[in-house]
């Protein structure tokens, strides 16, 4: 009876902890922007521009203020197979809203 107490417990308690991260999410003070959800951010971006099928990015990094920038590569679906397009794009925070903005984005071929 212990063991399976035991192995519930190593079970439950991780699932329990992420749960609980995923609840409160990252803490955001109003003069910090959190790098790690603006990479999160931008990679959705990317992902979400239509026939988008996969992509990589090299350069992620801080602009000014609540700027970051990401450039990389998408690889595109087209009638003619998929096209390998350079993307670049600028995501900021808005504190006011406490949500991450699309500045700009440009994939070129």
Known sequence: MGVTFAKT??????????????G?????DDDSCPG?????KSQQIVEERPG?????????R??????FSMG???DVATD?????TDFELVVAFDPQTHRWQQISLSMTQ
């Open 9 to 22: 417990a190593a079970f439950v308690v991780p699932l329990a902890g992420l749960t609980l991260l995923m």
């Open 24 to 28: 409160f999410g990252e803490q955001v």
């Open 36 to 40: 790690s959800l603006a990479l999160e």
């Open 52 to 60: 988008v099928v996969d992509m990589a990015w090299r350069d992620f």
């Open 62 to 67: 801080w602009v000014d203020d609540c700027r």
């Open 72 to 74: 990389g590569y998408a």
């Open 80 to 84: 003619n197979g998929v096209n390998r």
